[in-house]
C-alpha cells in the first residue's frame, strides 16, 4: 500500500478491532482513491484501476468466484484492456463502472437461504438485487444489465441490504430489490408477516413527491433515503422505530419528508387574527387580508411541529398605498388627460396621445427623462409633455428664372428630438424604444427582426411597425427576433419563427409585430427572454412558461417535445415561484423566490451547473444550480450561447459551460462544468451583468468597465480584435461615463450617463446605426455616435413639377439639394415630402421665387450690330415664350390661394 494513503479496517473478521488496522494484501505501490462498505465486507478502488475486496464472502460479493475468502485483501481485475472508474457495495453485492461505461456486478442475487431469518423469525431474502430480471447470484463480475426504461441511464446508483436505488438520466428514482417494508417506495403492499419478503427483480419508479426531483439517494437495509431538489431529506420504508424521522413509528411505501409534520396554527397581520388554510399539496398556508393602513406590517406565525409547539416565526407584509399620476400638456393648449389613480408598484397606463396643430409630440417626461410607463408607480408624479417643432428651410430662396440654381433645403432641427428610453440588442440588430411610445430598429433584418414589413437591412434607426391604437412599453431583442410589450399590456413578435419561438402558433416568420399566445388564467407576462431557438416567459403569477424548440428539454416541463404554444416550466420544490427567466441557445436559467438558480436543457458543456447532471447529458426539468462555496444566493442568473454567467449575493461575477471564446473569464479556455468566480479584482462588486453570445461587458460598482470573451471584431472596446480570457478593465470613450452597456453578437451599444448612445464593433450589417455601415468588414474598434431619429427629404416639387435634379443628402453639412429648372419669373409653392425614421409625414409648403430677366438696356446704349444673328433671334423667341406662359400663369392663379402658411401635423 502507498505511504501516501494508508487504509486500516476495524469491524469485525474473526477477531474485533477497536483501534484502525492496516489492510493487508493490498501492493505498497497502490494508493488507494474509492471505498465503499457493504454488511461484513469492503471494496475499495486503487490508482491502477484494480478493485481489492476482503471481508466475509459467505454471498460471493468479493469477486473471487467462491463463497469463500481470505484473511486478507484480494483483487478484482477490470476486463482486458480497461480499468475499474468507479465502486458502489451493496448488503452483500459489489456494484463497479469500468472505463468503457458498462456497469458490472457480482455477490448476492437470491440467497434467501444463505443467512437464516432476520428478529422477526421472517425468511431473510436477497433476491432482485441486480435489477436485470433474475434471482441468480454470480460471484465474478458481470455486465449489469439493469432493466431501466429505454433511453434512460443511471447517473447516481445506491445499494445496501436488501434492495438498490438509482437516479436516471430522466431525473427520476428507481428502485428493485426487496420491497418488504416499501423500502423501494412505489405504493407497493408493506405485509413483513409473509414467509417469503415481497420483491422485484426489475427497477420501479419511485413515487417522488409532486413538483420534487431527487438530486440523491442511499438505500439502507430496509430503508431508504433521497434528498430532494427542496432541500428537504425525504424517507421511506422501515418506520417500527421511528427511523424515518418523519415524526411517526410507522412503515412506509412512499416517499415521507423528514422532520415531522408543521402545522400552521394561528396567524397575525399588523396585530389582527386572520384566517387562512393550507393547501395539501402544496403545503402553502393561504389567507385574506384584513383593512390596514398604508404601511410594512409584522406578520407571525404559531407552529407545531408533529403537534409539538414551536417558537413563532416573524415575517414582513406591506400594505399598498394609492398614488395619482396626473399630465400636463405643457406649452400646448387644451385639457390633458385624466389623472390617473395607481396602486402602488403598478403601472400607469398610456394615455390618449395630444395633439396641437404641427407640433410634434415626443414622449411624455419626468425628471427630465422620457417616462415609458414601465415603471413601477412608488409615489405621485406629474408627467409633462414634450413637443417639437419641425421647419425647413430654401437656401437661397430665390434664382435666376433660367433655372440651374442649386438650393440647400435645410430640415430645422436636423434631426428628431424623440430620445430612446430603452435600448436591447439582438445578434446582429439593435431596438431602441422611443419617448414617443414608438420602437425603432437597425442592423440585420433577414428574418424581418427590424419589424417594418421587409427584409432589408437598415444602417440608422427606422420606425418599426405599430399595431393601431399601441404604444410600446418595453423591447427586448432576442438573436433574431424582437419582443415588445404594448400600451395593451399585450407581448408582441417578429423576426425569425422556424421553430416557433415567436409563440404565436405558427412556424412562420414575421415581418411585422404579432400577437403572443397567453395561457389561460395569466393576466400578463411580466418578463420575456428569447433564446437562439425557444422562448421563456414569466407570468404574474411567477410560473415560468416556454414554448419553441425542445430537443434538450428546454422548456423545462420533463419533455422533448417542441411547442407552438406556451407550455408550464415545472417549478422545482422549494421554489414558490420563479422570479426571473432567460433563455440561452439549447438551455435555460431561472431565478427562484427563495434566491436560488435553476436550470435545465443542454448540459453539453457544463452549462446548467449541477454535479447531478453528466456534462454531455441533459436536464428536462430545473435543477438548482450548485452555487461556489461561500454563496447561498443568486442576485441574478443568465443563460447566454452554450454558457451561463450569474452574480451572487456577494456582488461577485461566477460564470461556467462552454469556454471555447474565453467567455468565463478565467484566464483560459478550459470548460467549466461548477459556477466559479471570474477572474476580477477582489474589491469590485456587481449588480448586472448582460452578456449576447460569447462576450461579456460589465460594470462595476465603481463605474469601471471590464470585459472579456470573444473579440473578433473589436466589441470589447479595447481597441483591439483579439479574444479576451480573463476581464480587463476598458475605457472605450475616454472622458464618457456610460450608465449602460448591451452586448450584440460582435458588437456593442452603450448609454453614457447623458443619455447619447455610442456604438462600436462590427457594423457589417449597419447594426452600429451610424449611416455608415452595411458592408461585410466594416466595423469600428472606437465608438461612433447613433444617428437618432433622422429626417429625411424623399422628394419636392417647384409649382407642381419635379425640379432639375432629385434631392440628394449632403451628410457633411446636413442638408439636401437640388437643382432648379427653369420657369418664368415669379412665387410659386413649394413642397416638400419627407419622412421621419420611415414614417411618411405630410408635406412642408414654402415658396420659392425665380428671378425675372434682368431689363434691357435703352435704345441705342448698345450697338445694333452687337444683337446680330442667332443673338438676336434667342432674345426675341425667348421673351416671345416667356410672355406667353407668363399670361397663361397669371389666369391659372388667379383661382388658387396664395398663402402657403397652412400648417401640418407631423406624424409620430
Known amino acids: 500500500m502507498g505511504h501516501e494513503q494508508e487504509w486500516a479496517a476495524w469491524g469485525r473478521y474473526i477477531y474485533d478491532r477497536t483501534t484502525p488496522t492496516l489492510v493487508v494484501g493490498i501492493p505498497n505501490t497502490v494508493n488507494i482513491i474509492s471505498i465503499s462498505t457493504g454488511a461484513q465486507f469492503s471494496i475499495s478502488l486503487g490508482d491502477n484501476g484494480v478493485i481489492y475486496t476482503w471481508g466475509n464472502n459467505t454471498h460471493?460479493?468479493?469477486?473471487?468466484?467462491?463463497?469463500?475468502?481470505?484473511?486478507?485483501?484480494?483483487?478484482?481485475?477490470?476486463?482486458?484492456?480497461?480499468?475499474?472508474?468507479?465502486?458502489?457495495?451493496?448488503?452483500?453485492?459489489?456494484?463497479?463502472?469500468a472505463s468503457d461505461g458498462q456497469r458490472y456486478v457480482w455477490g448476492a442475487n437470491n440467497n434467501n437461504n444463505k443467512n437464516g431469518t432476520d428478529a422477526t423469525g421472517a425468511d431473510a431474502s436477497i433476491k432482485g438485487v441486480y435489477g436485470d430480471g433474475t434471482t441468480t447470484s454470480i460471484y465474478t463480475p458481470i455486465v449489469n444489465n439493469i432493466q431501466m426504461p429505454a433511453g434512460v441511464s443511471i447517473i447516481q446508483l445506491s445499494s445496501n441490504g436488501w434492495h438498490t436505488l438509482a437516479i436516471g438520466s430522466d431525473h427520476k428514482t428507481y428502485a428493485w430489490g426487496s420491497d418488504t417494508y416499501g423500502e423501494n417506495g412505489d405504493g407497493g403492499t408493506i405485509d413483513p408477516s409473509q414467509p417469503i419478503y415481497s420483491y422485484v427483480t426489475?427497477?420501479?419508479?419511485?413515487?417522488?413527491?409532486?413538483?420534487?426531483?431527487?438530486?440523491?439517494?442511499?438505500?439502507?437495509?430496509?430503508?431508504?433515503?433521497?434528498?430532494?431538489?427542496d432541500g428537504n431529506t425525504y424517507s421511506w420504508g422501515r418506520g417500527n422505530n421511528g427511523q424515518l424521522g418523519d415524526g411517526a413509528s410507522v412503515n412506509r411505501n412512499t416517499p415521507v419528508r423528514v422532520g415531522g409534520v408543521i402545522e400552521i396554527t394561528k396567524v397575525t397581520i399588523g396585530g389582527q387574527v386572520t384566517s387562512g388554510s393550507i393547501n395539501a399539496v402544496s403545503g402553502i398556508w393561504s389567507g385574506i387580508t384584513l383593512p390596514h393602513a398604508p404601511g410594512d406590517v409584522d406578520v407571525v406565525v404559531e407552529w407545531t411541529l408533529t403537534g409539538i409547539p414551536q417558537p413563532s416565526e416573524t415575517l414582513k407584509y406591506r400594505y399598498l398605498d394609492t398614488f395619482t399620476v396626473s399630465f400636463n400638456l405643457g406649452e400646448a393648449p387644451g385639457s390633458p388627460p385624466v389623472t390617473q389613480s395607481v396602486l402602488e408598484g403598478s403601472k400607469a397606463a398610456w394615455p390618449t396621445t395630444p395633439v396641437w396643430n404641427d407640433k410634434l409630440f415626443t414622449g411624455w417626461y419626468a425628471d427630465?427623462?422620457?417616462?415609458?410607463?414601465?415603471?413601477?408607480?412608488?409615489?405621485?408624479?406629474?408627467?409633462?409633455?414634450?413637443?417639437?417643432?419641425?421647419?425647413?428651410?430654401?437656401?437661397?430662396?430665390?434664382?435666376?428664372?433660367?433655372?440651374?440654381?442649386?438650393?440647400?433645403?435645410?430640415?430645422?432641427?436636423?434631426?428628431?428630438?424623440?430620445?430612446?428610453?430603452?435600448?436591447?440588442?439582438?445578434?446582429?440588430?439593435?431596438?431602441?424604444?422611443?419617448?414617443?411610445?414608438?420602437?425603432?430598429?437597425?442592423?440585420?433584418?433577414?428574418?424581418?427582426q427590424l419589424g417594418d414589413g421587409s427584409t432589408n437591412n437598415h444602417v440608422v434607426p427606422m420606425v418599426v411597425n405599430t399595431p393601431a391604437g399601441v404604444k410600446y412599453r418595453q423591447v427586448v431583442a432576442g438573436p433574431n427576433t424582437s419582443f415588445a410589450l404594448g400600451s395593451d399590456n399585450h407581448w408582441y413578435a417578429w423576426g425569425a419563427n422556424t421553430s416557433g419561438q415567436l409563440g404565436n402558433g405558427t412556424t412562420t416568420n414575421q415581418l411585422t409585430p404579432v400577437a403572443i399566445s397567453m395561457p389561460t388564467g395569466v393576466g400578463a407576462y411580466t418578463q420575456i427572454s428569447p433564446g437562439e431557438n425557444h422562448t421563456l416567459a414569466l407570468g404574474d403569477d411567477g410560473t415560468a412558461y416556454a414554448w419553441g424548440a425542445n430537443t434538450n428539454g428546454q422548456l423545462g416541463n420533463n419533455t422533448t417535445i417542441s411547442s407552438l404554444s406556451p407550455v408550464k416550466v415545472q417549478i422545482p420544490a422549494g421554489?414558490?415561484?420563479?422570479?426571473?427567466?432567460?433563455?440561452?441557445?439549447?438551455?435555460?436559467?431561472?431565478?427562484?423566490?427563495?434566491?436560488?438558480?435553476?436550470?435545465?436543457?443542454?448540459?453539453?458543456?457544463?452549462?446548467?451547473?449541477?454535479?447531478?447532471?453528466?456534462?454531455?447529458?441533459?436536464?428536462?426539468?430545473?435543477?438548482?444550480?450548485?452555487?461556489?462555496?461561500?454563496?447561498?444566493k443568486s442576485k441574478q442568473a443568465t443563460a447566454s450561447a452554450n454558457w451561463s454567467i450569474g452574480i451572487g449575493d456577494n456582488g461577485r461575477i461566477i460564470t461556467w459551460g462552454y469556454n471555447g471564446q474565453n467567455q468565463l473569464g478565467n484566464?483560459?479556455?478550459?470548460?467549466?462544468?461548477?459556477?466559479?468566480?471570474?477572474?476580477?479584482?477582489?474589491s469590485l462588486t456587481f449588480t448586472s451583468v448582460k452578456p449576447k453570445a460569447n462576450s461579456t461587458i460589465a460594470i462595476a460598482n465603481t463605474g469601471q468597465i471590464y470585459a472579456w470573451g470573444a473579440n473578433t471584431a473589436g466589441q470589447l472596446g479595447n481597441g483591439n480584435q483579439n479574444n479576451q480570457p480573463s476581464p480587463v478593465a476598458v475605457?472605450?470613450?475616454?472622458?464618457?461615463?456610460?450608465?449602460?452597456?448591451?452586448?450584440?453578437?460582435?458588437?456593442?451599444?452603450?448609454?453614457?450617463?447623458?443619455?447619447?448612445?455610442?456604438?462600436?464593433?462590427?457594423?457589417?450589417?449597419?447594426?452600429?446605426?451610424?449611416?455608415?455601415?452595411?458592408?461585410?468588414?466594416?466595423?469600428?474598434?472606437?465608438?461612433?455616435?447613433?444617428?437618432?431619429?433622422?429626417?429625411?427629404?424623399?422628394?419636392?416639387?417647384?409649382?407642381?413639377?419635379?425640379?432639375?435634379?432629385?434631392?440628394?443628402?449632403?451628410?457633411?453639412?446636413?442638408?439636401?439639394?437640388i437643382t432648379t429648372r427653369p420657369h418664368s419669373a415669379g412665387t410659386v409653392p413649394v413642397s416638400i415630402a419627407w419622412s421621419l425614421a420611415g414614417v411618411t409625414q405630410p408635406n412642408y409648403p414654402l415658396i420659392y421665387t425665380y428671378e425675372p430677366p434682368r431689363t434691357l438696356p435703352k435704345a441705342g446704349s448698345i450697338p445694333l450690330h452687337r444683337l446680330t444673328g442667332i443673338?438676336?433671334?434667342?432674345?426675341?423667341?425667348?421673351?416671345?415664350?416667356?410672355?406667353?406662359?407668363?399670361?397663361?400663369?397669371?389666369?391659372?392663379?388667379?383661382?388658387?390661394?396664395?398663402?402657403?402658411?397652412?400648417?401640418?401635423?407631423?406624424q409620430q
Do not use: C
Request: hydrophobic residues 35%; charged residues 10%; without cysteine.
Open 60 to 97: 460471493g460479493a468479493l469477486g473471487n468466484g467462491t463463497t469463500t475468502g481470505p484473511l486478507s485483501a484480494i483483487s478484482v481485475n477490470p476486463p482486458a484492456g480497461l480499468r475499474w472508474t468507479s465502486i458502489t457495495a451493496g448488503g452483500f453485492t459489489s456494484f463497479a463502472t
Open 202 to 229: 426489475t427497477p420501479v419508479e419511485v413515487l417522488v413527491p409532486a413538483g420534487v426531483t431527487f438530486i440523491s439517494v442511499t438505500a439502507s437495509y430496509y430503508n431508504s433515503f433521497a434528498i430532494g431538489s
Open 368 to 448: 427630465g427623462k422620457p417616462y415609458t410607463f414601465n415603471e413601477p408607480v412608488t409615489q405621485s408624479i406629474t408627467l409633462t409633455a414634450r413637443w417639437e417643432e419641425i421647419k425647413f428651410t430654401l437656401d437661397p430662396p430665390s434664382g435666376t428664372y433660367a433655372g440651374g440654381t442649386t438650393v440647400a433645403i435645410t430640415p430645422d432641427p436636423k434631426q428628431s428630438s424623440i430620445q430612446f428610453s430603452q435600448i436591447s440588442t439582438g445578434w446582429n440588430h439593435t431596438l431602441g424604444l422611443g419617448s414617443n411610445g414608438r420602437i425603432y430598429a437597425w442592423g440585420k433584418n433577414d428574418s424581418g
Open 575 to 632: 421554489a414558490f415561484q420563479f422570479t426571473s427567466v432567460s433563455a440561452g441557445s439549447s438551455h435555460s436559467i431561472a431565478t427562484g423566490d427563495n434566491g436560488l438558480a435553476y436550470a435545465w436543457g443542454s448540459n453539453q458543456y457544463g452549462q446548467i451547473g449541477s454535479v447531478f447532471i453528466t456534462v454531455g447529458d441533459r436536464s428536462q426539468v430545473p435543477v438548482e444550480v450548485q452555487l461556489p462555496v461561500g454563496l447561498s
Open 667 to 682: 484566464g483560459n479556455t478550459v470548460n467549466q462544468s461548477l459556477p466559479a468566480e471570474a477572474q476580477l479584482p477582489a
Open 731 to 817: 475605457n472605450p470613450k475616454p472622458g464618457t461615463t456610460f450608465a449602460q452597456l448591451h452586448t450584440g453578437y460582435n458588437h456593442t451599444i452603450g448609454v453614457d450617463t447623458s443619455g447619447n448612445i455610442w456604438a462600436w464593433g462590427d457594423n457589417a450589417s449597419g447594426q452600429l446605426g451610424d449611416n455608415q455601415g452595411g458592408s461585410p468588414g466594416n466595423l469600428s474598434l472606437t465608438p461612433v455616435s447613433l444617428i437618432p431619429v433622422r429626417l429625411n427629404i424623399t422628394g419636392i416639387t417647384i409649382d407642381g413639377l419635379a425640379p432639375q435634379t432629385s434631392p440628394t443628402y449632403d451628410a457633411a453639412n446636413g442638408v439636401w439639394k
Open 871 to 906: 443673338t438676336l433671334l434667342l432674345a426675341s423667341v425667348l421673351a416671345s415664350g416667356l410672355y406667353s406662359h407668363q399670361t397663361r400663369l397669371t389666369k391659372r392663379r388667379s383661382t388658387r390661394n396664395k398663402s402657403q402658411s397652412n400648417p401640418v401635423r407631423a
